[in-house]
């Protein structure tokens, strides 16, 4: 796939994604690096935290991008059980939300055989690549990290250790793969530079080691899924009412788009629409037929729209969008045995390009002594 209109976002030292140069070259000359696994493709890595329900908003701004990612890269995509021990110390539904994150990637298309899909705690490397990291992290950098004050505001009585060094842990998910390009949303964009900065300063320190990741964005594929309720995104846990959620089953799809607010009608034709309003155009647009969604337009235009045909025919095109993705997670999630078997082989791809990282890494920092 050829077509993936993808643009680097940060630290632009080339613009053309189809033929990035190869940054796993060194300036000095001291290590031999192995041989990727796969020498023609660039390296992908992303996370997803286990924590809340994928939702609409999750599918078509994020995993519909790895879809189309795994056939043209060497795509590491990682279930980021470490990180969620941060911020969710409860651990009583730890694997039932593991096992859904994979079912529900699976089910929208990734594959297992093409990528590495694997859980975090799998790869005891990133464990040792964090430690490492940790002493290129000043407490100064991290504290003024954005998602750090933000989650300090949030809980207060929960500022652990782990909280402060997150992105360590998240530029050692990258690092560890040596990835060039990892697709993230802006929210991410800040820990990604940390990354860099990480990255530079080993590079500096001990020799050429890591390449310096940056983020991989979908530009003109870049939607945004609006929350029913016209206040806001989509999201994992607020709003629930408001979010369509990839596991929702029908009635609930009805009831949610059911409940969507709306206004009196236009009175007169062409008037712009109500944010509500327009947030029903907008999930139309990305689930229904380009024809149904202009019928709707031209009766808004002409004040002939009737909302309730609107829901009507949207509940009827969500259904049909998301029923089967839930369906097949939910066959996935039953299937604890195949689980088993992707967990199984994601980890054995992704310890194999670790391992060969982490015996650089120790040897440029001169953790070798016999
Ligand atoms: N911090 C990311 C998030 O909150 C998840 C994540 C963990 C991640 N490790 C990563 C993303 C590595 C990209 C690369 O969504």
């Known amino acids: 796939m050829d077509d993936i209109p993808g643009e680097v976002l940060r630290g632009v030292p080339y613009g053309n994604l189809k033929n990035p140069p190869d940054l796993r070259c060194h300036k000095r000359a001291t290590f031999v690096f192995s041989p990727p696994m796969d020498e023609q493709k660039q390296i992908v890595m992303s996370g997803i935290r286990p924590t809340g329900y994928l939702h ?22 990682m279930v980021a059980d470490l990180h969620s021990l941060t911020t969710h110390p409860d651990t009583s539904q730890l694997k039932s939300n593991v096992h859904r994150v994979l079912a529900e990637n699976i089910a929208c298309g990734l594959d297992p055989d093409k990528v590495a899909l694997y859980c975090q705690s799998h ?45 360590v842990l998240q530029a050692a998910d990258i690092l560890l793969h040596r990835a060039l390009y990892v697709p993230v949303g802006k929210d991410q964009e800040q820990h990604l530079e940390m990354a860099r900065n990480f990255a530079k300063r080993f590079n500096h320190r001990y020799g050429e080691v890591f390449p310096e990741p940056v983020a991989f964005n979908f530009s003109e594929d870049l939607v945004k899924v609006p929350s029913l309720d016209g206040l806001g995104k989509m999201s994992k846990s607020e709003n629930q009412m408001a979010t369509l959620y990839l596991a929702d089953e029908d009635d609930m799809i009805f009831k949610k788009i059911k409940k969507a607010p709306t206004d009196q009608g236009p009175t007169v034709p062409n008037s712009p629409r109500h944010p509500y309003i327009e947030n029903l155009f907008q999930l139309m647009k990305l689930v229904s ?42 066959a996935i999630m039953e299937d604890e045995t195949y689980l088993k078997s992707v967990m199984e082989k994601g980890a054995q791809k992704a310890i194999q390009s670790a391992e060969a990282t982490m015996k650089l890494t120790r040897k440029a920092i001169g953790l070798e002594y016999y």
């Open 56 to 77: 609409l908003g999750s599918y078509l701004g994020a995993i519909r991008n790895y879809v189309r990612m795994q056939e043209q890269y060497q795509c590491f995509f």
């Open 289 to 330: 037929s380009p024809e149904t969604y202009q019928r709707f337009e031209t009766d808004y235009n002409e004040c002939t729209i009737r909302y309730g045909d609107l829901k009507k025919q949207l509940t009827a095109d969500m259904i049909a969008f998301i029923g089967p993705i839930r369906e097949k997670a939910k």
């Open 123 to 167: 790869v005891r490397q990133t464990s040792e690549l964090y430690l490492y990291l940790n002493m290129l992290a000043y407490k100064g950098e991290l504290e003024k990290t954005a998602t750090f004050k933000e989650k300090v505001r949030l809980s207060p009585d929960n500022v652990n250790a782990g909280l402060l060094t997150y992105p």
